[in-house]
Nanobody, 125 residues
């Protein structure tokens, strides 16, 4: 079992940057593959980013490619999502997720067994 808690969301203006953090706890949390997703009102949950269990592998989804960086600190049991040049279309609840499946890129929500509660990001002038 792993527990996840996101933080760092808020209200920002277009063009601003924001750093989201996901704190993981649990005896084996360091060996989990981690992903970030987002869900806007009335829309399906969308893949944002993935990091391998070691943190050496990362992948960014098309929706935010070029504007975000995902990183992982296993010593701190924390995964971060640095978002730049935010747009109103980025407004959504952002979730981190964990999977015990290692060494494989996972981009679908159903591939993740553990989820945080989400953190709201609102981009508006």
């Amino acid at each position: 079992q792993v527990q996840l808690e996101e933080s760092g969301g808020g209200l920002v203006q277009p063009g601003d940057s924001l750093r989201l953090s996901c704190a993981a706890s649990g005896r084996t949390s360091r060996s989990y593959t981690m992903g970030w997703f987002r869900q806007a009102p009335g829309k399906e949950r969308e893949f944002v980013a993935w990091t391998s269990w070691s943190g050496r592998g990362t992948y960014i989804g098309d929706s935010m490619k070029g504007r975000i960086t995902v990183s992982r600190d296993n010593a701190e049991n924390r995964v971060s999502l640095e978002m730049n040049s935010l747009e109103p279309e980025d407004t959504a609840v952002y979730y981190c997720a964990a999977s015990a499946v290692r060494d494989r890129l996972l981009v679908r929500p159903e591939e993740y067994a553990y989820w945080g509660q989400g953190t709201q990001v609102t981009v508006s002038s």
